[in-house]
């Protein structure tokens, strides 16, 4: 049985493919990456374009990114494999949204997570259950929850009938999807998203919200494309 189906025929609906940026070289040594303007690693890259071949059926008819450059990279390797045909990057409009960046990670960013937790780790413990305490600097992941749900809601009500890529972070990530399966939250530190994942959100014109999918890394494995 299906999740829902439309009311009418016509109900509109707006696909969100929501993909985690590529490695970088915070991610592959455990570290907090809020608002340093890391690049990816070669294998960030290889992740990207991988994640450009897995959806070229998607039929995408526009982007959305985070400014980081993480982001921008992963979007620029992803957008130069969306046309097989071409040696040309895929014509896809961009806009660059500042709401979909990282959390604000103040004085953890660039530090380890073992490294906070033996520094600031009361602090940390704190963090994790009250999503309404900011990290010392920086911000609480209910305010990164808050100014996405206005950003997505803006960005839906533009685009209804297309199918939108939006490249971002894990908080941002989590947000979409903890709105759309209406858990509380706790859900920010029960769901892991690896980078490169993909996960696919459905909003519908008259009303609900479909998950498809969630931190989907399928491309990534060799042999696969």
């Excluded at 602090?123 to 305490?133: A, C, L, N, S, V």
Aim: glycine content about 6%.
């Amino acid at each position: 049985m299906a999740a829902w189906l439309p009311g009418s025929s016509e109900t509109q609906r707006c696909r969100l493919v929501l993909l985690r940026h590529g490695q970088t070289p915070y991610s592959s040594q455990g570290k907090y990456a809020g608002r340093a303007d890391i690049p990816l690693t070669d294998e960030g890259h290889r992740q990207a374009r991988r994640a450009g071949r897995w959806l070229r059926d998607a039929d995408l008819t526009a982007a959305v990114t985070s400014p980081a450059l993480r982001c921008r990279q992963t979007l620029d390797d992803l957008t130069e494999e969306l046309d097989p045909g071409s040696e040309q990057p895929a014509d896809l409009p961009v806009d660059v949204v500042d709401n979909f960046i990282e959390l604000d990670f103040g004085e953890w960013d660039g530090r380890t997570f073992k490294d906070v937790h033996d520094h600031f780790g009361e602090t940390q413990e704190k963090w994790f259950t009250d999503w309404t305490m900011p990290v010392p600097g920086g911000e609480s992941v209910q305010a990164v929850d808050q100014r996405v749900h206005r950003a997505v809601t803006e960005l839906v009500d533009q685009h209804w009938g297309d199918n939108l890529l939006l490249v971002s972070h894990v908080t941002p990530i989590k947000s979409v999807l903890r709105r759309a399966l209406c858990a509380d939250s706790d859900f920010f530190v029960r769901l892991h998203l690896d980078t490169s994942s993909i996960s696919i959100v459905d909003f519908y014109s008259d009303g609900p919200i479909c998950v498809q999918a969630i931190n989907s890394t399928a491309h990534l494995v060799d042999g696969v494309e």
